[in-house]
């Protein structure tokens, strides 16, 4: 029985890290193709701002600071992208060490409830057997 105990809370726990590596993998590819399409966008929207300047006949300054502008808010968005992944995947981690301790927890009360079980049953065969033998 406690065998069978600590076997299944190593397969749960095997299961669990499992779990938590796909999860991971997920909120990485989930953030990398965010961060790819807002440096893809920014990098439209400038050629945009160019284009348009070049077509205006307008140049300098103004210009820079606009593409300047562009491509600062976006990398200000991959950051927050990264803060943000950085965080699901601490989240991620943290739950599934809480699940992995909430494993540990109950097969520790099972091994607990079956060794008190077994010492009552001892303990009564040993009143018995005192019993039997006049003892």
Known sequence: M???AVYANGEQKKATKEALKVQQSEIDASAATQKTERMEE???LRATARAA???AAIGGNSVDAISID???QAGRDVALTETNRRNGT???SAEANARIRSANAEMVQGIGSAAT???AGYQ???IRRKGATGG
Request: aromatic share 4%; proline share 0%; hydrophobic share 55%.
């Open 2 to 4: 406690i065998a069978g």
């Open 42 to 44: 920014a990098r439209a």
């Open 53 to 55: 300047a070049a077509e």
């Open 70 to 72: 562009v491509m600062g």
């Open 90 to 92: 601490l989240a991620s």
């Open 117 to 119: 079980t077994g010492a």
């Open 124 to 126: 009564n065969y040993m």
